[in-house]
């Protein structure tokens, strides 16, 4: 016998779509989303409130979590943070682009791994420190950088410490993702320590270190010929 399935909770999805195609703002159109699917499978107003103000009460304080680090960072760039970074690394002669980016990328695999995933990001040590050194070891080498040069060295710097967490992290037990594939498996009927895909990770993990790296030493080697073609066509400019 045929069952009729009610699609119109699926009216969310079209939601979703219109309300970022539109550029409008998230947070709205979350909201917009959630209240049009409850209708659509038709919860009664009163549910749909208690379990709005339910998920508000159980994250009520994220919003402090993550603006109060970020409040920190923005008063410490206004007082300089980023000049002092780029004055310090500008200060070591034998200090590259590519040979930052790289101890930094060893730094972020290695804590990653256990556990320490909050101590880089983009945010709090990108943006403000790992970025502007970066600039500042390729600057103090060849003078005032291009806007090209300098958005490859962010884009760069970004990078390194995604690499660095995403396969440092699959070495840490405790990783979700880790939890979430023996869970998956054991229900399949195969038993697997989390321990055992943890050390699995550790081969994935140094061929991404491996591979990153050789990217960062190339690096400096772009970066100069790239801002000696800038000079270059500079000079002939101004022939």
């Not at 994250?59 to 970074?85: D, F, M, S, Y």
Request: aromatic share 8%; with cysteine; glycine share 8%.
């Amino acid at each position: 016998m045929p069952v009729d399935v009610n699609l119109w909770p699926l009216i969310g999805v079209l939601i979703i779509i219109a309300g970022f195609a539109l550029r409008f703002n998230p947070m709205l159109v979350v909201i917009v989303t959630a209240i049009g699917t409850a209708f659509a499978a038709g919860f009664p107003l009163d549910k749909v409130l208690a379990a709005i103000g339910a998920g508000f009460i159980k994250t009520r304080n994220l919003p402090l979590i993550i603006l109060l680090p970020l409040a920190v960072i923005g008063l410490l760039e206004r007082h300089g943070l980023r000049q002092h970074a780029q004055n310090w690394i500008s200060s070591i002669k034998s200090a590259t682009a590519g040979r930052l980016l790289i101890v930094y990328l060893a730094a972020r695999q290695l804590t990653a791994a256990i556990g320490l995933t909050s101590l880089g990001g983009h945010p709090q040590m990108v943006r403000p420190l790992l970025a502007p050194m970066a600039e500042g070891a390729t600057e103090s080498r060849y003078g005032k950088l291009s806007t090209k040069v300098r958005e490859k060295l962010r884009a760069m710097s970004a990078a390194t410490d995604n690499v660095g967490l995403f396969f440092g992290e699959d070495i840490f037990v405790a990783f979700g993702a880790i939890v979430l594939m023996t869970t998956f498996l054991k229900e399949a009927g195969i038993e697997v320590e989390p321990i055992h895909v943890a050390l699995w990770g550790i081969p994935t993990a140094a061929c991404a270190f491996a591979i990153h790296a050789f990217r960062l030493h190339r690096l400096d080697k772009q970066l100069a010929r790239e801002i000696a073609a800038e000079q270059k066509a500079a000079q002939g400019e101004q022939a």
